[in-house]
């Protein structure tokens, strides 16, 4: 078998191996495997990736005594990144067995078989046709990208400069006041410098106002800080406070044989014995069952993205209409050409207008015999 005709077989026994072992014996996979091994040229390299397990009749097939000539590489999923770089590019036939899901992402990066097989255009070679239906495309793309790549790399390399909040006495300083959920955030009410600060509010944490400061869990405003970049003033609208105003107790599942259970096992002891977990506990879920539903979540709808999709109609439309044209005038040609071409047959010539002969080639509505009575005469 040459290169060209590359053979990519996948056999992932995953979860239904126990239905092919019924439908189809494994010896007559294996058998059936050594023999498209044995039978391509030794010339062409073939690589094997599976996942070993002992005694199956996969690994009896690897070291089978007829594969001396073929070129092969066993390996399995935890394999070291580094023998990417050796693997073949081209390989003639890819055995895989096992959770493939989990190494089909590392070794199918180095794999040509693995890659897309979408035609790469090259506009210099490509044809008329071709180059009408890809440069409006080209062109559109181009706009795309000019038109927000200036305004991203302004707001990377020249942003601006804000006063920056970072404890509680700025704060207070700044007089800015603190909106809140006091059922959430009950321990607040009592606190000796936020007290007279608060503002009670249900607002999302994804719906601030730009005025007041929230009371967010320090994750999540790592996360949602990015949604309040102000682009006219060029500064962000929220900063995340250096101070913590509390912390909490985070509980992990953790399965009975974790490596976790002896490290955090005097922790655990330590909070149930002391009750803290129980007290803890209750107050979540009495917290839980207040919280108000929010009813400020905002939808991205079709209408938000009218302008990118007239922008990519208007591409399209006009490559579908060089293509029409295209293809009506190549019809046209086709099939006018050998009309025009009898019309100027059959003209007289001027030779014949002198001499007052209605001459008439053959073929332009008289037959030879009758041209020829016309000439004689």
Same mark, same amino acid.
């Given at each position: ?6 053979? #990519? ?20 996979? /294996? ?42 590489? &066993?390996? %399995? ?17 890819? *055995? ?17 078989? !693995? ?9 210099? @070679? ?8 890809? +440069?409006?495309?080209? @062109?559109?793309?181009? !706009? ?31 007089? &800015? ?14 606190? $000796? ?22 009371? @967010? ?5 790592? $996360? ?6 102000? %682009? ?22 953790? %399965? ?6 002896? #490290?955090?096992? +005097? ?12 007290? !803890?506990?209750?107050? &979540?879920?009495?917290? /839980? ?34 293509? *029409? ?53």
């Amino acid at each position: 078998m040459d290169r060209s005709g590359r053979v #990519v077989i996948l056999l992932t026994v995953i979860f239904c191996r126990t239905v092919l072992t019924k439908i189809v014996p494994s010896n007559e996979i /294996a058998e059936a495997t050594v023999k498209h091994l044995a039978s391509i040229e030794s010339g062409v390299p073939r690589v094997v990736f599976y996942k070993l397990y002992g005694g199956d009749s996969l690994d009896e097939t690897i070291r089978s005594p007829q594969l001396e000539h073929v070129s092969r590489l &066993v390996i %399995s999923c935890g394999f070291d990144t580094g023998i990417i770089g050796h693997l073949p590019l081209e390989p003639t036939l890819i *055995v895989m067995q096992g959770e493939v899901i989990w190494c089909i992402n590392q070794i199918g990066k180095s794999l040509q078989a !693995f890659k897309s097989s979408t035609k790469e255009y090259d506009l210099h @070679v490509a044809t008329r046709r071709e180059k009408l239906i890809l +440069f409006p495309m080209v @062109v559109l793309m181009f !706009f795309i990208t000019n038109a927000y790549s200036t305004i991203l790399i302004s707001l990377l390399i020249d942003r601006p400069a804000n006063y920056p909040i970072l404890t509680l006495e700025n704060l207070v300083e700044s007089g &800015v006041r603190i909106k809140t959920n006091q059922r959430t955030y009950r321990y607040l009410r009592k606190h $000796h410098i936020l007290g007279d600060l608060l503002v009670v509010s249900n607002e999302s944490v994804f719906n601030m106002d730009l005025e007041h400061a929230h009371v @967010v869990v320090r994750e999540t405003a790592e $996360h949602v800080l990015p949604m309040y970049y102000d %682009s006219t003033n060029r500064m962000f609208r929220y900063n995340i406070m250096d101070q913590t105003l509390n912390m909490a107790i985070y509980m992990f599942r953790l %399965s009975r044989r974790s490596d976790l259970l002896e #490290v955090l096992q +005097f922790v655990c002891h330590a909070l149930i014995e002391s009750g803290i977990r129980d007290v !803890f506990k209750s107050k &979540v879920d009495h917290f /839980a069952r207040q919280l108000p539903t929010d009813e400020n979540d905002e939808e991205l709808h079709f209408a938000d993205l009218t302008l990118p999709w007239m922008a990519l109609l208007c591409g399209l439309s006009g490559a579908g209409a060089a293509l *029409v044209v295209e293809l009506v005038l190549s019809w046209a040609l086709a099939h006018w050409r050998p009309i025009v071409k009898r019309l100027k047959f059959c003209l007289r010539s001027p030779q014949a207008k002198t001499a007052g002969v209605n001459h008439l080639q053959p073929g332009c509505g008289q037959s030879t015999e009758e041209v020829g009575s016309d000439l004689s005469f």
